[in-house]
């Protein structure tokens, strides 16, 4: 891939980002949980894929819902356009949210301080054991949707109610853009505007005061299985290493390490790529896990 077409990725988003915040008003305290996808759009997804549908019973293989994350710039239906029905097709009760919203901005999810999009979660949470009959589920999230969690299993009790939490291209330890970040200090107040306009992608800056609070003391809890799936393309998440996690009930991995010629990036990761999916697979039931490898893309 050309540098040039590996730097776009993360302009734009630093681009929307700017957008964002230029034109919306100053974030609430605490972010509005109004969804931005409509009711009927949510239903039609549930009714035409079969998740998010609150009378699912986990089956005896499949004993734990699982709760699906949304990364930043997302919401509960199209990131998880391609995962969700891969999921429920396989026998899975499969549930996802939205979270993060910021007043006056449809559509684009994830951008309001992550401890409060981790309260979030944690309701849905509760919604989902209770719908579901369940004493825990599992999690899997995409970019700030792998990471996010971890807010909610170390500070919100979480670690009781979640068996596993796996993270397809999370920012464990933050990003930089592939350097992007280090040209705030030169533009006077952009950092400040990031933070006071859409606090969830300053949280997200390798460094922040929100990422060091997360990570002191260890990246993982007791009690919880973790699992990491990362893209050595990831020009989003960067250095792409730093999404992986330390500790015991850890598991990294790289997908190229499982098929060297994928060549799938922050979004396609997340979205479309189905040896992601069976490596998801593998981490929700590591009891009937099957090699990875480049002929998974047609299991």
Not at 17 to 44: D, F, G, I, L
Not at 260 to 278: K, M, P, T, W, Y
Request: hydrophobic share 40%; proline share 8%; charged share 15%.
């Amino acid at each position: 891939m050309l540098p040039w077409k590996r730097a776009f990725g993360p302009l734009a988003a630093l681009l929307l980002a700017v957008s964002v915040a230029t034109t919306a008003p100053a974030v609430a305290t605490t972010p509005t949980a109004t969804p931005t996808v409509s009711p009927t759009a949510v239903t039609a997804a549930a009714a035409s894929s079969g998740w998010n549908n609150y009378s699912c019973k986990p089956s005896p293989a499949h004993p734990r819902p699982v709760v699906l994350v949304h990364g930043t710039f997302g919401n509960s239906v199209d990131n998880w356009l391609g995962l969700a029905p891969y999921l429920v097709n396989r026998g899975y009760c499969v549930f996802s949210l939205d979270y993060g919203q910021l007043p006056g901005v449809p559509f684009f999810n994830g951008l309001g301080p992550i401890d409060k999009s981790a309260e979030q979660l944690s309701a849905y949470v509760d919604r989902v054991l209770a719908a579901t009959g369940t004493s825990k589920v599992d999690i899997v999230g995409h970019s700030q949707g792998g990471m996010m969690p971890r807010h909610y299993l170390k500070f919100l009790g979480g670690a009781a109610k979640v068996n596993a939490l796996v993270g397809l291209a999370p920012d464990n330890h933050g990003t930089t853009l592939l350097g992007l970040t280090k040209l705030l200090p030169h533009f006077p107040g952009a950092e400040d505007l990031l933070t006071e306009k859409t606090p969830g992608l300053a949280d997200q800056i390798a460094g922040s005061a929100f990422l060091t609070k997360l990570n002191a003391g260890g990246d993982t809890v007791p009690g919880v299985k973790y699992t990491v799936i990362a893209t050595r393309y990831d020009q989003v998440v960067t250095p792409y290493r730093s999404q992986f996690l330390s500790g015991p009930d850890v598991r990294n991995v790289t997908l190229q390490d499982l098929c060297a010629v994928n060549i799938s990036e922050h979004l396609a990761i997340g979205l479309i790529d189905r040896i992601a999916f069976h490596e998801v697979t593998n981490a929700l039931d590591p009891g009937r896990a099957t090699p990875t490898t480049c002929a998974s893309v047609i299991g």
